[in-house]
């Protein structure tokens, strides 16, 4: 592992051992308990069909991202993406978006630093669609407090991570580019590594790419709020669709904290601090959380083994697929 991914991953350990003792200080666990064994299986198994479809939609979402730069069958694509989100679960630093790159360059024959690309336009779009949700709940619920205060903070970030991708994509027009460029040359591999990577970000400055890119968002957000409003009945919180998507997007934020694999820890202090803001015991919004996150990581592992299993492991010979 690069030295800089094994310290986000030991900070990302250091930070989920932090977030899993506060939950466990403010939260009677015993409780917690009895409120998860009263879950409704019928209501879990709806919650993993929105959360199934979520995935879908997400696999659209990069097949779509990628056809500026090659034209990939969808299963496939859905493969790949799985197999990543799998690897997620158990390897530090998201390493599991560097999987995700390798197969689909591997298979389809796309350089693997300009999958990688889309891969990163692929985390700003959701942030964007993060912060969107956020707001808009913050304001239909008149939540105030260290809630909003972070949403503010992310929808900072979020306005850094789009300059940096409007540079990333305008880069060899910037002043000074033709110097860089006369220095990169003495290291060719380097220099093609950036441009690839910039040609994966710049499927974000294709008007049709990226409106196929938000609306196939708006998708798997909506699925995702929706399966967490089902993980709620199942334990019988009755949570309007304003407080589900306040709760979704607080612990889709939190993702973007450096933290064990999976999110262990940040996921359910998450789930807690904005369970308690839109008005659920903090017993009562752990459960939630942890019943979320369980059936989230189950459907994610089955999904990625059985793609696993379809496509294999070992480097496979190019071909060319047909667009669908």
Known sequence: MPRGAAVRAILGIAISVVAIALVLRSVNIGETVDVLRRADLRWVALGACFSIT????????????????????YLPMFGYLLIGYAANNV???????????????DREGVSRASALGTVVVERVVDLVAVVAIATTALLILSVRGVLAGAVLIGAGVTGLFLVALALGIVAHRLPGADRLTAILA????????????????????????LVEALLASAGAWTCSILALAAMGQALGLELSMGAAALVTSGIALAGAIPAAPSNIGTFEAAAVAAGSAVGLAPESALALGVLSHAMILLVTSIG???????????DAAVEQPEGV
């Open 91 to 105: 390897l530090p630093a998201r390493l599991g978006e560097l999987v995700r790159s390798h197969y689909l360059g």
């Open 304 to 314: 990625g083994a059985i793609a696993f299993n379809r496509i294999g492991w070992a």
């Open 186 to 209: 003495r290291w060719p591999r380097i220099g093609e590594l950036g441009r690839s990577l910039q040609g994966g970000l710049s499927v974000a400055a294709r008007p049709r790419t």
């Open 54 to 73: 979520d995935l879908a939609l997400r696999g659209l979402r990069w097949q779509r991202l990628i056809r500026p730069l090659a034209a990939v069958r």
